[in-house]
């Protein structure tokens, strides 16, 4: 069974920081789990990126999991990666690189799910929770109530994989969003624009442990 982290972080450039800049941020604030994120880049760009971004993972003992590009993922060797609806299967991804590598996949219905779990994946990004603005073509707002009605659904069929919520949360969020019975929450602006941002992260690794 692999590791998935309760507290996982998306990364997202800002006016003054590259990818690398927040990821850098984000592990020194005790994360332990970046995901690199970044879209309409070009191929070699990416590995440029992602390999700045191992090196600082590596340095701080954290996994690493590239959105969407699994040639990258295997030319950095990374843990892991995340596919959206639309990219590569992850039966595809786990012939090319193998049983060790981490796979997530992304869902918004029970139906998602299911098919995710007959792929194999290993943990899935249940969302969005509520509106956000890093992403484009967003599916159904989830809700609490959404989460509680999928999980009641995994729970039936003797699904459990890690489910990990994302979308829009925010710390006020994240008690109740525990108690649908998720493993973990996925982030990205809540760290990046954290003034304090190494007690936020120990503040959020306390609910999630508890």
Known sequence: MKTISKLQYI?????????????????????????????????QDLLFTARSVKEICDAHQAKLIINDRPAVAGIVGADGVHLGKDDMSP????????????????????EDIKRLVDARVDYIGLGPFRFTTTKQQLSPILGLEGYKRIIEQCQAEGIDIPIVAIGGIVTEDVTDIMQTGVHGIAVSGLITHAP??????????????N
């Open 11 to 43: 990364t997202q450039e800002t006016a003054k920081l590259s990818h690398s800049g927040v990821a850098k941020n984000a592990c020194e604030a005790g994360c332990d789990w970046i995901q690199l994120r970044v879209k309409n880049i070009s191929a």
């Open 91 to 110: 039966a595809e991804v786990r012939r090319t690189l193998g049983e060790e590598i981490i796979i997530g996949g992304t869902a918004n219905t029970f």
């Open 196 to 209: 304090k941002r190494a007690e936020l992260v120990k503040h959020l690794q306390g609910i999630l442990t």
